[in-house]
């Protein structure tokens, strides 16, 4: 006894002492702040550089990146960090390459510096990363686009301490420094310059265009040429809305949101597109049935820039990213009440009502229910006005909650997208099986597992061989307000051999697996997914990849127990992260499920019988089931 006395003392005295040595040290145990989070990562970049003995160290810098990274990411919101933050991570790995004379690493130090200017063109570190793009194409003597960073600071940032270091470098080549003088006497419409709001001309067509788009060509994009925006579309819902501009070729963008201001009475947001002329099949305005978004009003802003204007009735939340094959920029606007459920508040109102119902009378009505669901085969006929249903998709209040309900993530309703479609086989398995019919009959099944565990909201982006676009999938589940989004896929690889079962959510591809997986369903290259970091730097929240991961573990683990049943060789591959464009701007926990390998003639086989997809359907179903209940 005496011998316990004491040890416990000397733990008492062991972790007192190295509390107050922290204590003594600086250590501080509040909650750090964003400036103090870049404060300690510029500490360590700058302890690094003196440092003779690890300035060299590729760890060592990977390290201080990190930490960069980590505010990046960590604080989106707060501009003035993230901004600081993204241009140190390429001003590390600028100073990596200076060690490393790596290729990839310059590369990296250009990403970074070139999402400065995309994300914060009125930051004033955006001239500065123009330079130092100019410095570090120059040393990949890439001298085209380094010159093209010197006339972007001359064109945008005629008030920074960059421009007269571009303009007396530009001098010493007089042939360059007059085309770039050039461009900037064509750029007629005014830009975003020292943090001053840009003004938003009359949307009616240039005169001088109209020779530029009298025929609208049908061919693809030719390297050199204007791009075309072949169509302007919008899914409006009550408060939230995608519009999607679609191009024939891959090309830049610009945006703002401007507020009331003067003779401008209502918020408005243009999206620019340079170097492009309008086709003749776009609409000039599109109305809309949200009652934040007006209309959207599209037309030829300049000889070579197409400009869309969103005429809003506040100011949104705006996303905007890109996709491709075909590309296209997409703008999600979100309003303010879109995440509030209206309906879950009044159905808490009438818990104690439903608590009052004995055991006897639920089961009565469940078995009821059931023999309902039976009958109709319709989850839409189930009826709307049934207490216990609506209830049981919806956060009880008495008893103990889910960790998805403690998070306000309760299920009520849910998107099945069966993927592909229509002119879009997806992949096609040795005998001709097509993906698209797999998928399309899985996730019938699937809809009616979730009626038998009474989920009462389902709905499917398509219930026959019809095309939808990525975009529109995802729309779709935004619209419907969906609490889950499921999209149902199977896998393909080139040799027949590999086989197995996973479950992915939205994030950055950790490897080469993951990163030919996502570019198969994007029907994009490899390549082009390795750029989709930037774009999802800005787009994920990590509420939603949590959430996620957690759903695609209980899917995943649901899915390999039932199917064992008839395929004991079923290969669990878990649970894995990659960016597929269909999971992109979708406002709820959401998951792609890759069922099997139609590319391997046994997994082909077993997609063939209805009773094995049943079982993928009712693992499915019970890994969402067990994601609401736990």
Known sequence: MQRKIIQDRFFLFFFSLIFFSLCFYGVSFSRTTPEDAYKSAKTNYENLSKDTALKNNRRAWLSVISGFRDVYLGYQTNEEVAVKALYMMGRSYSELYGYSKSNADINDAIKRFELVVEKYPASSLSDDALFEIYDLQGALKNYTKSDDALCLIMKNYENSDKFKAAESILKKNITLYNKCQEEIKSHKKSITKNGKK??????????????????????PHEPGKPVKVTSVKSWPVKDYTRVVIETNGETIYKYATLPPEGDRKIPKMYIDVPNAIRSNDVQDYLPSESVLVKGIRTAQYSPDTVRVVIDMEAILKVKVFTMDNPFR?????????????????????????????????????????????????????????????????????????????????????????????????????????????????????????????????????????????????????????????????????????????????????????????????????????????????????????????????????SMIKNVRKKNKKAQNHGVKQAPFFVLIGAQMPCVLVEVAFISNKDEEALLKDNTYLRLLALGISEGINNYTMH
């Open 198 to 219: 840009e003004e938003i001309k009359s949307l009616e067509p240039d005169k001088t265009a109209k020779s530029a788009i009298e025929e609208a060509k049908k061919s």
């Open 329 to 557: 920029i997409v703008i999600d606007l979100v309003g303010t009440e879109y995440s509030k459920r209206d309906e879950i508040k009044d159905d808490i109102k009438k818990d104690d009502e439903i608590e009052r119902l004995s055991k006897q009378e639920l089961e009565k009505e469940e078995i009821t229910l059931k023999e309902h669901a039976k009958k109709e085969h319709d989850i839409k006929k189930i009826p709307e006005n049934n207490k216990l249903e609506k209830k049981k998709n919806i956060c009880p209040v008495k008893g103990k909650l889910s960790l998805s309900q403690q998070l306000g993530l309760c299920v009520g309703t849910i998107v099945i997208d069966a993927g592909h479609g229509g002119k879009d086989p997806g992949a096609i398995g040795h005998s001709g099986l097509q993906e698209k019919d797999v998928v399309l009959k899985l996730s019938g099944y699937l809809k009616e597992e979730l009626e038998k565990k009474g989920f009462s909201n389902i709905y499917l982006t398509r219930n026959s061989d019809v095309f939808l676009p990525l975009e529109e999938r995802t729309a779709i589940a935004n619209a419907k307000k969906a609490d889950l989004f499921i999209s149902i896929h199977a896998n393909s690889e080139p040799m027949g051999v590999a086989r197995g079962i996973e479950t992915y959510f939205l994030n950055f591809a950790t490897d080469e697996s993951a990163m030919r997986t996502a570019a198969l369903e994007n029907a994009v290259s490899t390549k082009k997914i390795a750029q989709l970091k930037d774009i999802l730097n800005d787009i994920i929240t990590n509420n939603k990849i949590d959430e996620s991961k957690r759903l695609a573990g209980y899917i995943q683990k």
